[in-house]
């Protein structure tokens, strides 16, 4: 069994998560760097840090290849109240450090899952490490809540690569703030967030999108009894659209690496 010591920020609880942090205006703020996808969760997080940690907010935007979604991403989180907003493009390293390794790996959980969300952790974990030293930051933060593996691939990521150096500490908002997601569309509503929200209103679920493939999760899908809405698909049609004949697709490797 191995024990992780964590450094994470956990501040008192109030209603609606922690209660504010006092601020001293002699001294100058501290800051922490968010990893941020531009939805609501994060979005709510830039200003959550602010108020609860008294901390300015960095955001930085990792895209392993989530297309249009990354548009716009920067304006949102200026808008609301990060003191700046970075974007790194990040495709190349992703393929050739995780996506190949894997693939030449075989590694496919159960058989069925091509990992795409698990691989894109780490080198989201460093880069949010990089841009932390970067820009001279004491903490970062990531959006995971205190169920499933993401939070620990990030933790324990952030931990291992901010060894050496000051030990960053960690800030986990959705693991923190104990809201539900309508009090969580009151927190934006009060903050005067103006959030991106794709699909129906009465949707609960996320899409989690890079160049190795996409996760949809949620609520709504919790119940293997309930067909997964067409909206939640954006690779793939109805098989009553697809076209009767089939399409033959030839692919070229060398050593294991598609080449053409």
């Not at 691989?119 to 932390?132: I, N, S």
Request: proline content about 5%.
């Amino acid at each position: 069994m191995v024990w992780l010591q964590l450094s994470v920020l956990v501040p008192r609880k109030s209603s609606f998560g922690p209660i504010l942090k006092e601020s001293n205006p002699e001294m100058a703020r501290e800051k922490c760097v968010l990893a941020y996808s531009g939805g609501m969760d994060s979005t709510i997080s830039v200003v959550w840090i602010q108020e609860q940690y008294d901390m300015d907010v960095v955001t930085l935007t990792v895209d392993l290849g989530a297309g249009p979604e990354i548009v716009g991403v920067r304006e949102r989180a200026l808008q609301a109240g990060a003191v700046d907003s970075l974007v790194w493009d990040v495709r190349d390293e992703f393929v050739n450090e995780y996506v190949f390794p894997g693939l030449k790996a075989g590694a496919m959980y159960e058989g069925v899952y091509a990992l795409s969300t698990a691989l894109g952790r780490p080198l989201m974990a460093k880069k949010l490490v990089e841009a932390a030293r970067q820009v001279g930051a004491t903490a970062v933060a990531h959006g995971c809540t205190g169920k499933g593996n993401d939070q620990v691939r990030f933790d324990s990521g952030i931990m291992t690569l901010s060894a050496q150096g000051d030990q960053l500490r960690i800030i986990a908002p959705a693991r923190e703030w104990g809201m539900t997601r309508d009090e969580e569309k009151l927190y934006a509503a009060k903050a005067g967030l103006e959030l991106r929200e794709v699909g129906s209103d009465r949707r609960v679920y996320s899409i989690d999108r890079n160049l190795w493939g996409q996760a949809i999760e949620g609520e709504d899908l919790e119940d293997t009894w309930v067909e997964p809405p067409e909206d939640a698909y954006s690779w793939t049609k109805p098989i009553a659209e697809t076209p009767d004949q089939p399409v033959e697709v030839s692919i070229g490797f060398e050593k294991g690496i598609p080449i053409s």
